[in-house]
């Protein structure tokens, strides 16, 4: 399946397409430190967001406990920047031999579908470190952009419904990012569109997984809600943002 063919659902999910301005300011060269950091913090973050949803809703303490010892290195490496980022691949050994909460109907699927997606997330944050010492480029702490914090003040406060709202976002900040390798794939050297044109097939599945788990954790239809994140959701994107990052809406002064 080409990456065009991949990409037309997406396109269809997702209520804007990144504007033109956002691309062309990603793609100057004096802005790809920010891009490759802010595109290793979001593997990381999408990792920990995974995490969070088993952690919370499909498996007990100790096996919660267990899960974040896993994912400390690769934590470790991004806040305290201690470790040798050259071992994280033996570290990234997670399976789904995680036993779900007796009373979770959707436990061992909700398990299924984030462990590879945490594995998948933590290899592709390896890549970019291999990238950017490639490039020469260090990591530095830089802040969040509003993009997440944005579609995370509409979750509802009770659940199910808290849960199947961070599912949707979860599939909306997939698809998102699936969107803009492909768009930025042809604006970056040769080395880096190719790997962002890899990073579409994983991607493009897992907004699907998020969309399926909703569905399922609801047991009802969700288009009102899937509806309702993608305005949300366009809007952060389209609209004027003083921050520039992988996230960020269009650039100010564009």
């Excluded at 060269?29 to 990381?44: G, S, Y």
């Excluded at 994280?88 to 995680?98: C, E, H, I, R, S």
């Excluded at 969107?179 to 604006?187: G, M, Q, S």
């Amino acid at each position: 399946m080409s990456h065009q063919q991949l990409l037309a659902p997406i396109l269809d999910f997702l209520a804007c397409e990144t504007p033109k301005a956002w691309i062309d300011e990603a793609a100057k060269k004096e802005n790809l430190p920010v891009v490759l950091i802010d595109h290793l913090i979001c593997e990381l973050k999408a990792a920990q967001s995974a995490m969070f949803l088993i952690r919370k809703y499909a498996v007990d303490k100790a096996s919660g406990d267990a899960l974040l010892a896993w994912l400390k290195p690769f934590e470790t490496l991004v806040y305290k920047r201690e470790g040798d980022w050259r071992s994280l691949p033996g570290k990234n050994n997670l399976t789904k031999a995680v036993i779900p909460k007796s009373d979770s109907p959707y436990g061992q699927d909700l398990i299924d579908k984030m462990v590879l997606l945490i594995k998948e997330e933590l290899h592709h944050f390896y890549q970019v470190l291999e990238i950017m010492d490639e490039y020469g480029i260090e990591y530095q702490s830089i802040t969040p952009c509003r993009y997440a914090k944005g579609l995370l003040r509409h979750v509802k406060t009770y659940e199910p419904d808290a849960m199947v709202d961070k599912l949707i976002i979860g599939a909306y900040i997939e698809a998102r990012s699936c969107e803009r390798f492909a768009r930025l794939a042809p604006h970056v050297d040769k080395r880096l569109g190719d790997f962002y044109v890899s990073l579409l097939r994983s991607e493009a599945r897992h907004y699907q997984d998020y969309l399926t788990l909703a569905e399922q954790v609801a047991g009802k239809d969700i288009s009102e809600r899937v509806n309702f994140f993608a305005e949300v959701e366009a809007e952060l994107i389209s609209t004027t943002d003083e921050d520039f990052k992988f996230h960020s809406g269009v650039p100010s002064g564009r």
